[in-house]
């Protein structure tokens, strides 16, 4: 009997991590063929930033670094959208620029999208400054003035022909940033937006890197987080309820995957259990 | 969903689980679709680098602006090429001293004042017992105390000390825990996406098909 259960322990330490993906594959995929509703719970940090925008006057610039590539967009895409909806909803003029290589597909895929759905124009209702390598060079720079990193915009026409840019000359001119980042340049605009120019900032950032942020929430220099996937929920969920986004036009995202991160989580809690019970008893028996 | 949609879609689910294969084991499936994402990378960063590094700051500038003493950085540029060769690598150390000197004047006054001393400030609070705040307030005081104590090495982590550094890695494995999960959050964010885009091109794929 003690042998047999020696065994299971034993089993349950040594477990193939392959089960474990199986596992995990056959709930993600079941939960996204049969979804169910999860209510989000919104935390102050990500409501800081919705309450700011919702402050924000038509007319008024709102910056976006958005500075992430592809393999980050499951998590990044959905905040970025629901902002960039609020904003043109609200007539708020938009500042965008991208400080990761393989970013600038991303802003224009997004800026594409919504500038048609809310009819909004290049130059005038937004600005689309491009990519620059070096974050802290052009950061830097662009706290003296957009036209020395960014002579032209994306699209080659010069800042200074372009009607939005008339009156913006540098961090000054915007309310806020709000950087959406994948990678070590919310770090950047950090120190040097913030820390330098003591520009207005909050970020957008993956799961992974969240903890990481939270001390600067605390201190101050930034005024609010979005975290991954559930931080871009919580922020779908006020945009919609703010009347900026409809599930039925598809634009809750990131609110729709909260169940397969539901059932995931509670599979992924089942197997540490499981571990720490098989550490635990196969300790005792020795 | 037209004709090119399905097609190209098509290939990015093909593309999406030929990478999920290796989770059974390394296969040519997965290490075709490796290579691929790693040379379309590289391919899509030399074109953007090219367009919105080289060419502004370089040639228009040179040849368009006429502006000479971009030579300067260019040369710089080019020495840096000569660690290719083991004669000539020494010239490049010109061109890294004036990177890292310059890099290292910029970031190192900055990361001092954002990174540790606006963290320190954050870290001296009002502390008292009437309020959730000043819990709060208390309960960072003694963590980041303690997790500081744990990383003193040169006094044995023993008696009063050593329950302090007990505390310490206690805070360090909270931090960890949170780190830990919000981890498994953006993995499984990656995993969503990509079985809710697989479910949404099979439903269209079979709407086309019928």
Known sequence: MDNGKSNLYDWMMNLDRRWVYLVIGVVVTLTAIAPFKVPVYVTPEVRNIYNFVESMEPGEVLMIGVDYAPEAMAELHPMNYAITRQCFAKGIKLLLCCLHQNGPGMVEQVIAQVSKEYDKVNGVDYVYLGYKPYPAITILAMGQNFRIPFPEDYYGTPLDSLPMMRNIVNFDNVKAIINISAGSATEYWINYANGRYNAKLAIGVTGVMTSDYYPFLQSGQIFGIIGGMKGAAEYEDLAEKGGYISSEKDQLTAFKSMPIQTTTHIVVILFIVLGNVGYFMSKKKK | ?210
């Not at chain 2, 004047?105 to 705040?133: C, D, E, H, K």
């Open chain 2, 1 to 210: 969903m037209g004709t090119h949609d399905i097609i190209f879609n098509g290939i990015a689910a093909f593309l999406t689980l030929s990478i999920y294969t290796f989770l059974y084991k390394d296969n040519p499936f997965y290490k075709f679709a490796e290579h691929l994402v790693v040379g379309v990378s590289a391919g899509y960063f030399a074109v953007i680098l090219y367009y919105n590094g080289f060419v502004p700051k370089l040639i228009v500038p040179l040849w368009e602006q006429g502006k000479l003493y971009y030579i300067i950085p260019a040369v710089l540029g080019v020495m840096i090429w000569t660690r290719f060769s083991r004669k000539w690598s020494w010239i490049s150390r010109f061109s890294l001293a004036f990177y890292i000197g310059s890099g290292a004047g910029i970031a190192i006054p900055l990361y001092l004042q954002n990174f540790v001393l606006r963290q320190l400030s954050a870290s001296m609070l009002p502390v008292g017992i009437s309020t959730w705040p000043m819990i709060t307030n208390i309960l960072i005081i003694i963590g980041v105390f303690c997790a500081l104590t744990y990383f003193y090495f040169s006094k044995e982590h023993t008696g009063a000390f050593g329950a302090s550094a007990k505390i310490g890695i206690w805070t360090l494995m909270v931090g960890f825990g949170a780190g830990f999960g919000l981890t498994v959050m953006g993995r499984v964010s990656l995993l969503a996406e990509r079985v809710v885009f697989i479910r949404d091109y099979l439903n269209e794929l079979f709407r086309y098909l019928s």
